[in-house]
């Protein structure tokens, strides 16, 4: 442990296993999403839609997804059991209250790292003829001349609030369910002792 109480060694391989759960294997989510945003622009079916898009289309906004996933996984899976662990171990500070201080915690950088990401993402994928925003470094250019920094940031609050209690929810439903659905596993961590 170090000087604030961190385990650097179960952070820093919390960390990268997270962005792997994070980024690994090809999301669906961002596809739908995809279709959900050319749906609120155009409407149509889900058929039409994807048959307008086309394949290659679908994967329009594909690296930005991947990188959001990657920050608030870290979040959620990585940062948010280190600060609560941290705090319940070296602060005696109680589930509930280690709980929502680690959501917050790891909620608020998760967001405010993976916003910027979350809206290029979604101005490419609501553009799919590319007739504004073309590549993801034209978008980022487009967006900073539009309204500086700031312009990255619109809807922070509503999706950090969105991903603090997604955070809180997720290790919640972590630690009831990881008995019931690994008991086994679940009896190693606690026989080895716990962040």
């Given at each position: 442990?170090g000087s604030s109480g961190i385990n650097a060694e179960y952070m820093g391989s919390s960390g990268i296993n997270a962005e ?51 920050l608030f996984t870290m979040g959620y899976l990585g940062l948010n059991p280190v600060i609560a662990g941290n705090l319940r ?55 900073l001349a539009e309204d500086g920094a700031g312009r990255f940031f619109r809807g922070w609050g509503w999706r950090t609030g ?34």
């Open positions: 442990m792997y759960m994070g980024s690994s294997g090809i999301n669906a989510e961002y596809m739908g999403e995809l279709v959900m945003i050319q749906q609120q622009r155009f409407g149509g079916s889900i058929p039409a839609t994807v048959g307008r898009i086309g394949a290659s289309g679908l994967t329009r906004g594909l690296t930005t997804s991947v990188g959001r996933e990657a171990k070296s602060y005696g500070w109680d589930e509930y209250q280690s709980r929502v201080a680690g959501a917050i915690g790891a909620g608020i950088p998760a967001a405010s790292l993976s916003h910027p990401l979350d809206t290029i993402k979604t101005c490419m994928q609501g553009d799919v003829e590319r007739k504004t925003y073309t590549s993801f470094t034209q978008t980022a250019r487009t967006l969105r991903m603090i209690a997604a955070t809180f929810l997720i290790d919640l439903f972590k630690d009831r369910l990881c008995p019931i659905l690994f008991p086994e596993a679940s009896s190693r961590v606690e026989e080895e002792g716990s962040v």
